[in-house]
């Protein structure tokens, strides 16, 4: 601001406004006469008027030649991008998802439209298991029966899992038992053989070591069994 | 082409919010030159201009939903851009703010010779450079002025409207910067 003002003063002419209008062409024909008249007396707005219009030429040389290429490609949010999608969907498919949707939201809620005859409605998590027919009618069960329904399963269930496990143990004791005794007898005729088998390194081992002449001692034996004889 | 051409700016903008996505694509088209040019000008790096550009149209396209039409979508596509130019020139503007006197140093206009003067092409394409390095030199308010009015064409009451000033002040603005652009240039137009 404080060039605005020494240009004005320097100037010595205050018609810098009407002097940029009448340049750029957005004077009123009026304005535009007033101040045509106002440079014929005016040498230092004539001056800057030819300079400033030669100052624009000049500024012309600057061209934009080349523009380089701009790509966008604003993220599209879920909102835009279903919208989209609605608007090039053909009708029967719009009322054919709209069917599907209400199935879908009419399933959730368990719920069952009967007209006359005719019951549309689906089922999730097998939703029609608990509700079972009663004597060939649709009946709605409470949800305490739902409860006793469930415990009773679940007791049944207990039982049965109980008795399978009693059967396992009885059968598991049995083979333990019987794996048990043909271990045992493995090992007493084990321990026989080793027990005859050390026995017989011992006589042998006693034989080598006193160096028994068992021809002599069964010859002696004999002698005296004769003289036994002789003597009765 | 010629369809597109015929859609406003305002049903434009309509079809994009309501999820049209290629009808953002035909504005970007539409005015990704001026902006462009405005930005170049403004900030006089072509790399950064492209970034300012990419910037004003991602922030408009973000904040469309914002936009009333009580102004002209360009008017506020002009806003976002030198919105965006300040920015950056802010964070460079230890780089950016170059004085007069280092531009009489290192810019050195120097008198043009014969042989350029004879080759209109170099002559023209010397004193774009000078230009280009003048216009840098002066201050962004009244470099902003001149730009849109040279180079954009723009009224002096878009401007004030772009600009949320009185249309006196951008008048006064715009004498100064060409006073301004005058001085730095007069010796290298009164050579060539």
Same mark, same amino acid.
């Given at each position: $601001?404080?060039?605005?003002?020494?240009?004005?003063?320097?100037?010595?002419?205050?018609?810098?406004?009407?002097?940029?209008?009448?340049?750029?062409?957005?004077?009123?024909?009026?304005? %535009?006469?007033? !101040?045509?008249?106002?440079?014929?007396?005016?040498?230092?707005?004539?001056?800057?008027?030819?300079?400033?219009?030669?100052?624009?030429?000049?500024?012309?040389?600057?061209?934009?030649?080349?523009?380089?290429?701009?790509?966008?490609?604003?993220? +599209?949010?879920?909102?835009?991008? /279903?919208?989209?999608?609605?608007?090039?969907?053909?009708?029967?498919?719009?009322?054919?998802?709209?069917?599907?949707?209400?199935?879908? /939201?009419?399933?959730?809620?368990?719920?069952?439209?009967?007209?006359?005859?005719?019951?549309?409605?689906?089922?999730? !998590?097998?939703?029609?298991?608990?509700?079972?027919?009663?004597?060939?009618?649709?009946?709605?069960? @409470?949800?305490?029966?739902?409860?006793?329904?469930?415990?009773?399963?679940?007791?049944? %269930?207990?039982? +049965?899992?109980?008795?399978? $496990?009693?059967?396992?143990?009885?059968?598991?004791?049995?083979?333990?038992?019987?794996?048990?005794?043909?271990?045992?007898?493995?090992? @007493?005729?084990?321990?026989?053989?080793?027990?005859?088998?050390?026995?017989?390194?011992?006589?042998?081992?006693?034989?080598?070591?006193?160096?028994?002449?068992?021809?002599?001692? !069964?010859?002696?034996?004999? @002698?005296?069994?004769?003289?036994? &004889?002789?003597?009765? | 082409?010629?369809?597109?051409?015929?859609? &406003?700016?305002?049903?434009?903008?309509?079809? =994009?919010?309501?999820?049209?996505?290629?009808? /953002?694509?035909?504005?970007?088209?539409?005015?990704?030159?001026?902006?462009?040019?405005?930005?170049?000008?403004?900030?006089?790096?072509?790399?950064?201009?492209?970034?300012?550009?990419?910037?004003?149209?991602?922030?408009?396209?973000?904040?469309?939903?914002?936009?009333?039409?009580?102004?002209? /979508?360009?008017?506020?596509?002009?806003?976002?851009?030198?919105?965006?130019?300040?920015?950056?020139?802010?964070? =460079?503007?230890?780089?950016?703010?170059?004085?007069?006197?280092?531009?009489?140093?290192?810019?050195?206009?120097?008198?043009?010779?014969?042989?350029?003067?004879?080759?209109?092409?170099?002559?023209?394409?010397?004193?774009?450079?000078?230009?280009?390095?003048?216009?840098?030199?002066?201050?962004?308010?009244?470099?902003?002025?001149?730009?849109?009015?040279?180079?954009?064409?723009?009224?002096?009451?878009?401007?004030?409207?772009?600009?949320?000033?009185?249309? @006196?002040?951008?008048?006064?603005?715009?004498? =100064?910067?060409?006073?301004?652009?005058?001085?730095?240039?007069?010796?290298?137009?009164?050579?060539?």
């Amino acid at each position: $601001m404080s060039n605005d003002m020494n240009n004005r003063n320097n100037r010595g002419c205050d018609k810098q406004e009407e002097l940029v209008t009448y340049l750029y062409g957005e004077a009123t024909p009026e304005a %535009s006469r007033q !101040f045509e008249t106002h440079i014929r007396e005016c040498l230092t707005c004539a001056r800057e008027l030819r300079e400033f219009s030669s100052l624009r030429e000049t500024m012309q040389t600057w061209e934009m030649d080349t523009l380089p290429h701009i790509v966008i490609e604003p993220k +599209r949010t879920f909102t835009m991008v /279903f919208r989209e999608l609605f608007t090039v969907t053909p009708i029967w498919a719009k009322a054919l998802a709209g069917v599907a949707a209400l199935l879908v /939201f009419a399933a959730l809620l368990n719920v069952e439209v009967s007209v006359g005859s005719v019951k549309i409605g689906a089922h999730l !998590f097998g939703g029609r298991t608990a509700a079972a027919p009663v004597n060939g009618t649709e009946a709605s069960i @409470s949800r305490e029966e739902i409860d006793k329904i469930i415990q009773q399963r679940v007791s049944e %269930s207990e039982q +049965r899992n109980k008795q399978e $496990m009693f059967m396992k143990l009885a059968s598991l004791k049995e083979d333990l038992s019987r794996n048990h005794a043909d271990e045992i007898k493995e090992i @007493s005729a084990n321990l026989k053989r080793d027990q005859q088998q050390q026995i017989r390194r011992i006589v042998n081992a006693t034989i080598a070591n006193n160096d028994l002449n068992f021809s002599r001692v !069964f010859s002696d034996l004999g @002698s005296s069994d004769k003289d036994d &004889t002789k003597n009765k | 082409m010629a369809e597109q051409r015929q859609i &406003t700016d305002d049903q434009l903008i309509e079809r =994009t919010l309501a999820g049209e996505g290629d009808a /953002f694509g035909i504005l970007v088209r539409r005015w990704e030159r001026q902006i462009f040019g405005l930005a170049l000008r403004v900030l006089g790096h072509e790399e950064t201009a492209r970034d300012v550009c990419q910037e004003t149209f991602l922030s408009a396209f973000r904040n469309l939903s914002k936009f009333r039409g009580d102004a002209q /979508f360009s008017s506020w596509l002009y806003r976002i851009t030198l919105n965006q130019c300040n920015t950056h020139l802010r964070r =460079t503007e230890a780089k950016a703010n170059v004085s007069l006197d280092e531009q009489l140093e290192s810019g050195a206009p120097e008198p043009a010779s014969s042989a350029e003067c004879a080759d209109d092409a170099i002559n023209r394409e010397q004193m774009t450079k000078h230009l280009r390095r003048a216009l840098a030199a002066i201050p962004v308010e009244m470099r902003q002025v001149i730009i849109m009015k040279e180079y954009e064409g723009l009224k002096f009451h878009e401007i004030a409207e772009i600009l949320d000033l009185p249309v @006196s002040t951008i008048k006064t603005r715009l004498y =100064t910067g060409l006073t301004q652009l005058r001085r730095r240039l007069e010796h290298v137009r009164g050579s060539a």
